[in-house]
């Protein structure tokens, strides 16, 4: 007799089993998709103070006339 191909991948029954319905997707989506939001404004703070940082010490370094070596 010849075997049946699996339906669903293994654990995928499992997976179906713990999705919320969608109404609750969407509000918790709109939540995560804030709380992204909020980490990458911050990520961005972050590298712009960074960004600002080094041009200031680039700035001071050229004043005192030090080389500066190029990065490869």
């Known amino acids: 007799m010849a075997e049946r191909a699996p339906t669903a ?3 995928e029954e499992h997976a179906m089993d ?3 319905p969608a109404s609750v997707a969407a509000v ?3 939540r ?3 709380r ?3 980490v990458l404004r911050s990520f961005l703070a972050v590298q712009q103070r960074r960004a ?3 041009s200031t010490l680039r700035r001071y370094i050229s004043l005192l006339g030090v080389p500066v070596q ?3």
């Open 32 to 34: 995560s998709a804030a």
């Open 18 to 20: 713990t999705e919320a």
């Open 52 to 54: 600002e940082a080094y």
């Open 28 to 30: 918790g989506d709109g």
């Open 36 to 38: 992204v939001f909020a």
């Open 70 to 72: 190029a990065r490869i």
């Open 9 to 11: 991948a293994v654990g």
